[in-house]
T-cell receptor, first 111, second 116 residues
Framework: GQQVMQIPQYQHVQEGEDFTTYCNSS?????IQWYKQRPGGHPVFLIQ???SGEVKKQKRLTFQFGEAKKNSSLHITATQTTDVGTYFC???????????WGAGTKLIIKP | DGGITQSPKYLFRKEGQNVTLSCEQN?????MYWYRQDPGQGLRLIYY???????QKGDIAEGYSVSREKKESFPLTVTSAQKNPTAFYLC???????????????FGPGTRLTVL
């Protein structure tokens, strides 16, 4: 079936280092959403990207949608302990109402 | 205070028993969804409903059933036919989508089901 591949599965960083997660698809995406799930919590919507080459920023978070609309990334600058959690991308590929979810990237801050 | 509620937070059941998970929303959203999340994995869609009295199977509907008699409520029944029901179940809602316009999903706190 249709899939969105998300890498890496885990990323260990020192507080203050940057973090990046990537989502890739073999088919063109209609749009892509990003969610954050804190440990023990539920996913919370961060942003939606719709246009080819779109870049959006939220404070230390930068979201990009590829020119071909087949990939997307989330970059966090200077991570803080409040950034800990799992970041998911979720995309639609056609007019189907289903979101297809990536497996998530878990951000872990090294003690 | 608007939002989505799921109850209970933790649920234990014996193998072979059916169990119903509650999901209620007061956001006036037309669309509602049920997902299953297993440790270290993404979300997999079980069922979704775009409007009252209508619902569609998702990717992993076998062994589950739903109803949508009211706009606010979308209960999920995990039947004894579900081979591996122990998981974290998440309910979500959104404004009804149309065409390629897609709206964010709002999630409830989830129910952790353990089948003994």
């Amino acid at each position: 079936g249709q899939q969105v591949m998300q890498i890496p599965q885990y990323q260990h960083v020192q507080e203050g280092e940057d973090f990046t997660t990537y989502c890739n698809s073999s088919t063109t995406l209609s749009n892509i959403q990003w969610y954050k799930q804190r440990p023990g919590g539920h996913p919370v919507f961060l942003i939606q990207l719709v246009k080819s080459g779109e870049v959006k920023k939220q404070k230390r978070l930068t979201f990009q949608f590829g020119e071909a609309k087949k990939n997307s990334s989330l970059h966090i600058t200077a991570t803080q302990t409040t950034d800990v959690g799992t970041y998911f991308c979720a995309a639609t590929m056609d007019s189907n109402y289903q979101l297809i979810w990536g497996a998530g990237t878990k951000l872990i801050i090294k003690p | 205070d608007g939002g989505i509620t799921q109850s209970p937070k933790y649920l234990f059941r014996k193998e072979g028993q059916n169990v119903t998970l509650s999901c209620e929303q007061n956001l006036n959203h037309d669309a509602m969804y049920w997902y299953r999340q297993d440790p270290g994995q993404g979300l997999r869609l079980i069922y979704y409903s775009q409007i009252v009295n209508d619902f569609q199977k998702g990717d992993i509907a076998e062994g589950y059933s739903v109803s949508r008699e009211k706009k606010e409520s979308f209960p999920l029944t995990v039947t004894s036919a579900q081979k591996n029901p122990t998981a974290f179940y998440l309910c979500a809602s959104s404004i009804r989508t149309s065409g390629t316009s897609y709206n964010e999903q709002f999630f409830g706190p989830g129910t952790r089901l353990t089948v003994l």
